[in-house]
């Protein structure tokens, strides 16, 4: 899922029951990462296929180089915390 938090555009990914928050804009071209498709740990961009590990923000495959960044998740009680 896409959010914005603190004006950082955000992907939210529930992986095995643990969540991770990279950069929900595409460091190719801007595209909006919350509207590809998760396979796995990896997100594939809608607009022209980059994949990025949504567990570190690495690039997988490009044509992006740079990598997502990466935000620390921690759940207190019912609510996701980020590190923003």
């Known amino acids: 899922m ?10 939210v990914s529930n992986i095995d029951g643990e969540f ?7 460091t190719h071209a801007g595209g909006p990462l919350e509207k590809g498709t998760l396979e796995g740990r990896v997100i594939s961009c809608p607009w022209h296929g980059s994949q990025f590990d ?12 740079g990598p997502e960044p990466a935000y620390k998740v ?6 996701l915390v980020l590190e923003v």
């Open 2 to 11: 896409g959010f914005t938090v603190d004006g950082s555009k955000v992907l």
């Open 20 to 26: 991770h928050a990279i950069g929900s804009v595409c």
């Open 54 to 65: 949504v567990t570190d923000g690495k690039v997988v495959s490009g044509p992006a180089i």
């Open 74 to 79: 921690t759940i207190e009680g019912d609510y």
